[in-house]
């Protein structure tokens, strides 16, 4: 899909959005310097062309428990269509997959896990991961600390 043009005000919106997706019409047209009407008419134009696919509530997980975040590089035996889509199948039924991405480089798949602790990990490790067939080998990175992480998407670079 190609890149769709976007005035400073929709772009203003966008971020706006992007840090509190919660905010009321009135507050949000009131803080790009919109009247109300405008401003939601701006916002269901936004969803209906598919720059806004949604909102989400963002929750702590370590409120939940989920103490452990692992960045996992999977390289397959084979690069063809069927392994591909073997490992995808298989990955996409786990929750705990928070990101999975098909790279280029030494690994051909970077996924994202967040899991309570080690023991759940190495579950994750035995009952899934180890058991697709056209997987040739795992390795593990354990983030130690998170320094940044956002959900918001820059949007400078449009204006």
Known sequence: MSKIGLDEASLR????????AEISNADLAERIGLSPSPCYR??????????????????????????????VHVSLKQQDKVSLEEFTRAIEQRPEVMECYLMSGEADFLLRVVI????????LLLECLTQIPCVASIRSSFALNRVKYTTALPTGHLG
Do not use: H
Request: charged share 25%; glycine share 8%; net charge negative.
């Open 116 to 123: 309570e602790d080690l023991k759940g990990y190495q579950e």
């Open 13 to 20: 919106i966008l971020d706006a959005l992007q840090e509190n």
């Open 42 to 71: 701006r916002v269901a134009d936004l969803k209906q062309n598919g720059v806004i696919r949604g909102s989400v509530v963002l929750v702590d997980p370590l409120k939940l428990g989920l103490t452990l975040n692992v960045f």
